[in-house]
């Protein structure tokens, strides 16, 4: 049971992309879910947390006031739109699922996420 991640690819600095994390083996509207990116040499970090209902969210500092994490439970995908992206946005991002309805913060509660999927690469480049 996996969710994929999609709409990646090659973006010029300040441009913008949108991500989908889609479920088709599940209904994502119970569960928080969260977005995650790894750049090269550099450990997976939680970028941004959804509630199940939509009506609460959290963003890293690194990308607080330039992307932002929606949701349409009707059909079952949480969006990830990225504007005035930086080459430091590089990455393969990632969507997973909380076993909670609820987003909270640590290690403890990252180390929850489940339903991983193989991620979509993010170039920012000219």
Excluded: H
Excluded at 15 to 27: N, Q, T, V
Excluded at 41 to 61: K, L, M, P, Q, V
Excluded at 69 to 97: F, G, H, I, P, W
């Amino acid at each position: 049971v996996q969710l994929q991640a999609s709409g990646g690819g090659l973006v010029q600095p300040g441009g913008s992309l949108r991500l989908s994390c889609a479920a088709s083996e599940f209904s994502l509207e119970y569960y928080a879910i969260g977005w995650f990116r790894q750049a090269p040499g550099r450990e997976r970090a939680r970028i941004s947390c959804i509630n199940s209902s939509g009506g609460s969210i959290t963003y890293s500092d690194s990308v607080k006031g330039r992307f932002t994490v929606s949701r349409d439970n009707d059909k079952n995908t949480v969006y990830l739109q990225m504007n005035s992206l930086k080459a430091e946005d590089t990455a393969v991002y990632y969507c997973a699922r909380a076993p909670w309805s609820t987003c909270s913060y640590g290690d403890s509660y990252n180390a929850e996420f489940n339903s991983w999927g193989q991620g979509t690469q993010v170039t920012v480049s000219s």
